[in-house]
Structure formats: C-alpha cells, structure tokens
C-alpha cells in the first residue's frame, strides 16, 4: 500500500512556543491531505483538510489561526500548531487519500506525532 | 446522534473465541465503508472494506446492510494478536470528502 510519512514522531515543548509537524507521501501524490488528533482512548477527530495549492479547509470548532496548515505540494502537507498550551497535548496524524488507486476512498495514515506541551 | 456508533466495549475473550463487532452510521448518502485496526499509540492501518455483498478476509469477515444502516464484523478463532482498537469508519462525499471515524471498540484476546 501507499507509505505516509510523518516527523517528528514524537516533540515535547513548552507552552507559548509553536510546533511543525510535516507529513508526506512518499510514493504518491497526495491533491489532499487530512489532520487529525486523537486523545487518550477517543476517537479520531478530523482537524481540517488540507488542499494542495489552496486555504485548508477546517472543521467547526478549530482555530484556523492556532493551527495552520500549508500544502504547498503534492507531497507535503505542514501542520503547525502555534503558542501550544497544555491542552494541545495530543496525538496528531495525517492521512492522504491516493486518486490514482483502485479505492480512492481509501486513506493512508501516516505514523503519527505525539505532542506534549508543558 | 453520533454520526457512527460503535459498541462501547471493552470485549474480553479467551483465545479462539469469536467475536462480533456492531456499527451503525447516520448518514443514508455514505459511500464507502471500513473497518480499521489501531494497536496502542499507532496510527490506524485498514483491516478490510466493507460491501454490502459481504467479504471475507481469513478469520475476518464483513457485512455492510445499507437499508438498516449497519455494519458488522466477525472475528472467527480470535488470537492474542487480534489484540486491538477496532475502528468503524465511514466515507462520503456530501459537500467535500469526508471521514468519520466511530470510538472504536477495544478487544482484548487472552490466553
């Protein structure tokens, strides 16, 4: 199946800083592009869509200002979480849909980066 | 409503018992349907698709019942490494693809 990738796998901050979390497609081109964050025993929750050479689009209730995110090619999709806080302590993945593949509806996650913010 | 529901869980089974997972989806204009493993602290990998004439994958199959809006997974001689967080996921493209993801339900196997 198609490889995602994501860095970095893990990152500790403190509060106030900002923190870039890249994910690519390593062996396909990715037109889109999905964030999520999972908490501890929840589900994933999408964050936003990311199109590549467009404005993200994000889901009710996310600060577009406080995560932003930049698709500037058909391989990399950027998620950076500004001025984290405690709370944006999390799990965030990406994934990407492959159009070229017999099931576009498929996605493929990438690794995953775990967030700790003290 | 959740827009998918899954059983709550925990289900905790001996080894070679079969299990049964249940999802239900709100939303009649879902297009595609699956089910995805996700071990502890890793990203969810896809375990199978789910089509409404039913499709088996060894021990695993699925069944997707469109009028009722359901969605089932069977685990036949269940073992220690089926150990996970099985996920029910549901795709459309109602204003922009889009994917849910149930909670999850959380299986353990054990000797």
């Known amino acids: 199946g198609a490889v995602v990738s994501q860095h970095p796998s893990r990152v500790i901050c403190k509060s106030g800083t900002s923190v870039k979390i890249e994910c690519r497609s390593l062996?396909?081109?990715?037109?889109?592009m999905f964030w999520y964050r999972q908490f501890p025993k929840k589900s994933l929750m999408l964050m936003a869509t990311?199109?590549?050479?467009?404005?993200?689009?994000?889901e009710q209730g996310v600060e577009k200002d406080k995560f932003l995110i930049n698709h500037a090619s058909l391989t990399l999709s950027t998620l950076t979480v500004t001025s984290a806080h405690p709370e944006d302590s999390s799990f965030y993945i990406c994934?990407?849909?492959?159009?070229?593949?017999?099931?576009?509806?498929?996605?493929?996650f990438g690794p995953g980066t775990r967030l700790t913010v003290t | 409503r959740k827009e998918v529901e899954q059983d709550p869980g925990p289900f905790n089974v001996p080894e070679g018992a079969t299990v049964a997972f249940n999802c239900t989806y709100s939303?009649?204009?879902?297009?595609?349907f699956f089910w995805y493993r996700q071990d502890c602290r890793k990203e969810p990998k896809l375990l199978m698709s789910?089509?409404?004439s039913g499709n088996e994958d060894g021990r695993f199959t699925a069944q997707l019942n469109r009028a009722s809006q359901y969605i089932s997974l069977l685990i036949r001689d269940s073992k220690l490494s089926d150990s996970a967080t099985y996920l029910c996921?549901?795709?459309?493209?109602?204003?922009?693809?889009?994917?849910?993801f149930g909670a999850g339900t959380r299986l353990f196997v054990k000797a």
């Open positions: 990311s199109n590549e050479g467009s404005k993200a689009t994000y």
């Open positions: 996921v549901v795709t459309g493209n109602t204003g922009g693809f889009k994917t849910i």
């Open positions: 062996d396909f081109q990715a037109t889109t």
């Open positions: 994934s990407a849909r492959d159009l070229g593949a017999p099931s576009s509806y498929e996605q493929y």
């Open positions: 939303n009649s204009a879902s297009q595609s």
């Open positions: 789910v089509y409404s």
